[in-house]
Structure formats: C-alpha cells, structure tokens
C-alpha cells in the first residue's frame, strides 16, 4: 500500500519539465531529485515528502526518452504518478526503474493538490483519502508487477538469474 500527499499538475508535463536538459550531465540520483520538476514548479523539491504521489492530467512524461525524469522522480521520493495517460517510453523507463504508474482518468478528475492518497498496486486501486472514493487503474501484466516489486528491471533480472531462471 502506498500512501502520500497529492501533487497535481496538467497536461503534456514533459521530461525536460521533469527533469531540465541543463541536468542531464548529472547521472547521481540525489543529484537528479534536488532538480526534479523545477522549471515548473520551484516549489516541488521543498514540499514533496518521501512517499508523495504526483498526479496528472494526461501524456505525462512526454518528449525525450531521458531516463533521468522517472529517476529524479523516484529519488525525490515520490511513490507513484497517476495520470489520465502517459508517454509510452517514460512509461516503459519508470517500469524498468520500479517507479510505479497508474493510469486512471476519474482518479485525475477526482483529485486535487494536498489530497492524500492510497494506492493499492496489488489490487490496481487508488482512493482518495480525502474525498472517501475509490478508482479503479488500469492493471499491470505480471510481469510488470514483478518489476516493480522487485524495484526495477535489474533487480528483477538478478533475482531470476539467481533463481536459474534465464528466459
């Protein structure tokens, strides 16, 4: 179960809004979150708190397949990002990370900055804790859960191979 504060933007929030090209030299984590969402909102690496979830309208992460933006996301401590849709290769980046993502647009509709929500990845459901109401997300494949389980595709990828299972 996840569990954090609502951070709410809008549509078409880009990588480069994610995390700013001037960045990219910057390969550290710690580094990456101390920059993570700046050019749209200074505010953000201040407020956010481990466990907080970002919230968006719709084609979240769009632009360039830079893996830092989930990377600065994740670092800063945000648990998860709900959105109406996502870019597909920053969806397929945050999976390959552990970041989690859900896709439910009446979730989006129903939320707003400072909510708290509670996701539940097993069961793919997201409540506002706020507003008592729970939205159903799209489910992942298990494969999928178990990369994020595993927190990423590494880590996921070694316990298989330490298990002798090689497909």
Excluded: W
Excluded at 29 to 53: N, Q, R, S, T, Y
């Amino acid at each position: 179960m996840l569990k954090g504060v609502v951070h709410k933007y809008g549509a078409n929030v880009d990588t480069d809004a994610i995390i700013p090209a001037r960045y990219l030299n910057v390969s550290a984590p710690d580094e990456l979150a101390k920059h993570c969402m700046e050019d749209i909102d200074l505010e953000f690496v201040k407020k956010v708190k481990p466990g907080d979830i970002i919230v968006a309208t719709s084609n979240f992460g769009c632009g360039s397949s830079r893996e830092h933006a989930p990377i600065a996301i994740k670092a800063a401590g945000v648990s998860a990002v709900v959105a109406g849709t996502f870019a597909r290769i920053f969806f397929r980046n945050a999976i390959n990370i552990g970041l989690p993502l859900l896709e439910s647009q009446e979730a989006v509709d129903a939320t707003e900055a400072g909510d708290e929500l509670e996701i539940d990845l097993e069961a793919g459901t997201v409540r506002n804790v706020n507003k008592n109401l729970v939205f159903k997300a799209k489910p992942y494949p298990d494969f999928m859960s178990q990369i994020i389980q595993s927190g990423g595709l590494i880590e996921y990828t070694k316990h298989r191979i330490s298990k002798g299972v090689v497909q």
